[in-house]
């Protein structure tokens, strides 16, 4: 199956304008305000649970580095012997 860009909303949602990355990328959903107000950290409400992506800072095309943000943050959290192991 192939599509154009127009074409893209109809099998993903997310993808705004024929937006591959999922989102706008207005100034107003980038930096601190992605994905939401006061979110730019990656942590959510929501114990456990963090935001990851091309959708999350530092964005398109950068996905792997929110993972890479997030997993650090979690070594941080962790006791001295839990982050060890972690870290291998």
């Known amino acids: 199956m192939s599509s ?5 909303p ?3 949602p997310n993808s705004v304008e024929g937006d591959p ?3 706008s990328l207005e100034l107003d959903q980038s930096f601190l305000w992605r994905p939401l107000p006061s979110s730019g950290r990656h942590a959510t409400t929501v114990p456990g649970l963090w935001h990851i992506g091309s959708s999350t800072h530092p964005g398109p095309g950068l996905g792997g580095s929110s993972g890479h943000m997030v997993a650090t943050a979690l070594i941080k959290q962790a006791s001295p012997n839990q ?3 972690v870290l291998g």
Do not use: E, F, M
């Not at 154009?4 to 893209?8: E, F, G, I, S």
């Open 4 to 8: 154009r860009p127009p074409q893209l």
């Open 10 to 12: 109809r099998y993903n």
């Open 21 to 23: 990355y999922g989102g």
């Open 83 to 85: 982050g060890a192991s």
